[in-house]
């Protein structure tokens, strides 16, 4: 008779246990087709050509943002391609790589066909489109724009108005109906300008359909935020969630209401496939038109694969940083810091993590920045001698103990801190690295339990005031650094009547050189988007919110 | 005559070798798992915790294993975390075994008493039972949510997890001993509960979970390399085979096949060796005792 809990039976199922492990292990890598595309010309997505398949790692979470919840490029992604603001940036071909991407400083008309800016650049009008419905086919009108940002301030769990500040801070006085189809945002600063369109050309500036959503308002939920977490399709984006299945699929359709007219692309689907070298595999062989985050080797492999492309874009503001929690040791001493700044082994990053395709960059400020220049920066390279230097003359015990949070679902980040473990070991630091789940990343940051932490992210918002002040809030920022000399710079900036204006630059890059010499985060490099697309898929945009836009792809020959 | 009696001889001596092989065959393996638990580390051509090499180095002459996505010398890697592996498992075994002994008998013993003890550890008795029809690596899961990441906790969430199957084994064979003569001739002389449980119980109920110990250190391993595997292990670059079979598993689906393939040999020998050969070997030798 067969037992189920003797030893024998134990040592069955053991074996059953060790098979699967070895079967799989060995599957991976015995069975695996490598890159080769297998049939360049099958590629993916049914005979139309005008749909998409996009292999993902995971699916939004949220239909809307203004619940709190919705980071992730994910949500980012799904929010850009179904909502839509007043206005956008230029998009234009960067000479440098030939490629489409945002101009950070000039803007169009999106919902609205035009805006203009008064003489003493105080007051912003907005002339709507006509004639644009919603995807629920609801008009739009300037009762949507005043309602949306009611809502992105008075809904319980609004998260804009600190991200808004200080340029919008009171929009029931600030935003202004003209007529049904006009609409004034009055600012304070004329200095501001340049803040307030990168605001709402973004994530930040999104208008909702207000008379679907008025529609679900309830005592409990006065916005219908909650509402619109769970149900989709109350904008007015290029695109509507036509199908979800959580944890597998989702589709998206063409909104036939679009303003812009009959887009190229008309369905894409996403399918989650959780292997990072599986979704590589997927656009390599053609059963995907689009692997998203892949892995930077992955992307280096696709690079060299016909019938496979990724974009090397000029510049990314994809950044890779490094956060040190200033208010308790080790990294309460500058000197530290700096020390630490010599220990972290920038170029071996670069090179074996992300094979060569990121950037040394030194600072959040975007090098398109008019006038930017980094020669005033404090220069940290590699150097465990200049380390160990400063760590003798902060009268420190080597090694310095810490630990590096890094988050667990991104594996460049885990290689990256073992290559700094690695290299700062002869630096004089001994880093332990802590793995964490994304609910504890999340929470640590803003608590400041971590030493220190890795992290991979991007300003939206290209204004250098967002920029600057995006990781350094006093009360919840991840390093808990605090300067008044550099909160000075910047609101001597904000006074000043342009933004982009050569002295007023010299502000934004003075307060960066103050931020690098003090030290409580050292950027490490700008990494390239961790997509690969298949060569006849065109027009993806480089946009600062890293997401793909589909409403600006086609399909056809390059 | 002489004939006659060198035939038996020789049959005696062949026996004898046959069994002496039987036994010696299963050892060579241990003991070499043994010897590369112990001296592995010190033999490793690099350290494993560091960066030796470009990334993704295909196996030759230099780096007998490849580099991994790091740059670290897989074969170095594999060994070091033999003993890590090992050295879980290891006190796993012991200490689920150990606990499982003592949570059995007590079970054992106390489940036909009458009122609230009787109550409690029939309870208990259920519980066990409903540890092991959910998944180990679950179980563990959880645990490891709450008592984090470090070789100690790892070995608290295995012993835990994996002292269930200990716990019932034992208590099985209680059922079964606790009426037996001798034990009622022993409490009829005057013997405490406590003392004819250890004195007589004991030594009659422990033999299934010793039998068991090699295979909870099978299943310590692969539940090790499990939660690796799932990115709830050791800290990074600990050298773990889950964590370096998780690690490399997504090249291996691109081609790189290395990383992954070799930690994986490394864990399916060690399973092997520990959970069949030495229950083997064990047999072999009581066979050899009581013949």
Redesign the interface.
């Known amino acids: 008779m067969r037992t189920t809990t003797g030893p024998a039976a134990i040592r069955r199922r053991l074996l059953g246990a060790g098979g699967l492990v070895a079967a799989a292990a060995l599957a991976l890598a015995g069975c695996s087709s490598g890159t080769a595309p297998t049939d360049d010309s099958s590629s993916t997505a049914g005979d139309a050509r005008d749909e998409l398949v996009v292999a993902t790692s995971a699916l939004p979470s949220t239909f809307n943002y203004d619940g709190g919840t919705g980071s992730g490029a994910e949500n980012e992604e799904l929010s850009r391609n179904t909502m839509a603001a007043l206005i956008k940036n230029v998009v234009e071909v960067n000479e440098t790589s030939g490629l489409p991407e945002q101009n950070l400083y000039e803007f169009e008309g999106e919902l609205a066909e035009s805006y203009d800016v008064s003489d003493d650049g105080l007051v912003y009008t907005f002339h709507l489109r006509d004639g644009v419905l919603s995807q629920a086919g609801n008009p739009l009108d300037a009762d949507d724009v005043l309602w949306s940002y009611e809502r992105k301030w008075l809904a319980p769990t609004a998260t804009n108005k600190s991200l808004n500040n200080p340029v919008i801070t009171d929009p029931l006085s600030q935003f202004q109906k003209i007529d049904d189809l006009t609409v004034s945002v009055t600012i304070a600063a004329e200095g501001q300008g340049h803040l307030l369109l990168s605001l709402m050309a973004n994530n930040t500036g999104y208008i909702y359909d207000s008379d679907l959503l008025k529609e679900h308002v309830t005592a409990e939920d006065p916005y219908a935020v909650q509402w619109s977490m769970e149900n989709a399709n109350h904008g007015f984006g290029a695109y509507t969630v036509d199908s979800f299945t959580p944890g597998q699929e989702l589709i998206l359709a063409a909104n036939p209401n679009w303003y812009a007219g009959e887009l190229p692309i008309q369905k894409v689907t996403y399918r989650v496939v959780a292997d990072p070298g599986t979704r590589a595999n997927m656009v390599a062989s053609g059963d995907a038109d689009i692997a998203e985050s892949i892995r930077p080797v992955d992307r280096a492999d696709l690079a060299q694969t016909e019938g496979v492309k990724v974009t090397d874009f000029a510049f990314t503001n994809l950044l890779v940083s490094l956060g040190m929690l200033t208010n308790r040791a080790p990294f309460d001493d500058e000197t530290v810091r700096q020390a630490f700044a010599y220990a972290v082994p920038y170029q071996s990053i670069i090179d074996n993590v992300y094979m060569g395709a990121a950037a040394r960059r030194v600072g959040f400020l975007s090098p398109t920045l008019p006038g930017y220049s980094e020669d005033s920066y404090p220069d940290y390279e590699y150097d465990p001698d200049k380390a160990l230097e400063l760590l003798a003359e902060a009268g420190v015990t080597t090694p310095v103990a810490f630990t590096l949070t890094v988050p667990n679902w991104l594996p460049d980040l885990e290689d990256a801190a073992v290559q700094i473990q690695s290299y700062a070991a002869d630096a004089g630091f001994d880093v332990a690295i802590n793995k964490v789940s994304l609910a504890d990343y999340n929470a640590g940051g803003p608590a400041a339990t971590f030493d220190a932490m890795l992290r991979r992210n991007y300003a939206i918002v290209q204004s250098p005031t967002y920029v600057l002040n995006l990781l350094f809030n006093p009360d919840n920022g991840h390093t808990r650094w605090v300067s008044e000399e550099y909160r000075s710079i910047i609101a001597e900036a904000n006074a000043q009547s342009d933004a982009l204006a050569p002295e007023t630059v010299d502000l934004w890059l003075e307060a960066e050189r103050l931020r690098l010499e003090e030290m409580p985060l050292t950027v490490i490099a700008a990494v390239p988007q961790l997509n690969a697309f298949r060569a006849d898929v065109q027009g993806h945009v480089n946009r600062s919110d890293n997401a793909i836009q589909f409403s600006n792809l086609s399909i056809g020959a390059e | 005559m002489a004939a006659t009696t060198a035939a038996p001889a020789i049959r005696v001596r062949s026996v004898q070798w046959g069994r002496a092989l039987r036994l010696g065959l299963p050892l060579i393996p241990v003991l070499l798992l043994v010897i590369v638990a112990v001296f592995g580390p010190a033999w490793v051509p690099y350290d494993p915790?560091?960066?030796v090499a470009?990334?993704?180095r295909a196996p030759g002459g230099e780096h007998w294993f490849g580099t991994d996505?790091?740059?670290?010398d897989i074969f170095s890697r594999t060994l070091a975390a033999t003993r890590l592996n090992v050295v879980v498992a290891t006190i796993t075994a012991l200490a689920a075994t150990l606990g499982g002994m003592v949570l059995g008998l007590t079970i054992g013993m106390g489940e036909s008493a009458s009122g609230v003890w009787g109550v409690l550890f029939r309870g208990i008795a259920r519980i066990l039972d409903l540890f092991?029809a959910v998944p180990a690596v679950v179980i563990a899961l959880v645990v490891v949510a709450f008592s984090g990441t470090s070789i100690p906790s790892l070995v608290l969430v295995l012993s835990i997890v994996l002292m269930s199957?200990q716990a019932?084994?034992v208590r099985?064979e209680v059922l079964a001993v606790r009426n037996e003569a001798f034990v009622d001739a022993a409490r009829m002389t005057g013997q405490s509960e406590a003392g004819l449980t250890i004195r007589h119980v004991l030594p009659h109920s422990a033999m299934?979970a010793m039998?068991?110990a090699p295979?909870v250190f099978?299943?310590a391993v692969?539940l090790t390399?499990?939660l690796g595997f799932l990115?709830v292990g050791l800290?990074?670059?600990t050298p773990e085979w889950g964590a370096m079979?998780a690690?490399?598993?997504?090249?291996?689906?691109?081609?790189r096949?290395?990383p992954?393939?070799f930690p994986?040999i490394a864990?399916?020998l060690a399973?092997?060796i520990v959970?069949?050969l030495i229950?083997r070997l064990l047999r072999g030798r009581r066979g050899r005792s009581q013949g």
């Open positions: 915790e560091r960066i470009p990334p993704y996505s790091n740059g670290m092991e199957t019932r084994l099985t299934p039998e068991n295979v099978g299943q692969i390399a499990s990115g800290p990074p670059p079979i690690q490399g598993a997504a090249d291996a689906a691109v081609g096949w290395w992954a393939t994986s864990l399916i399973v092997v959970a069949f229950p």
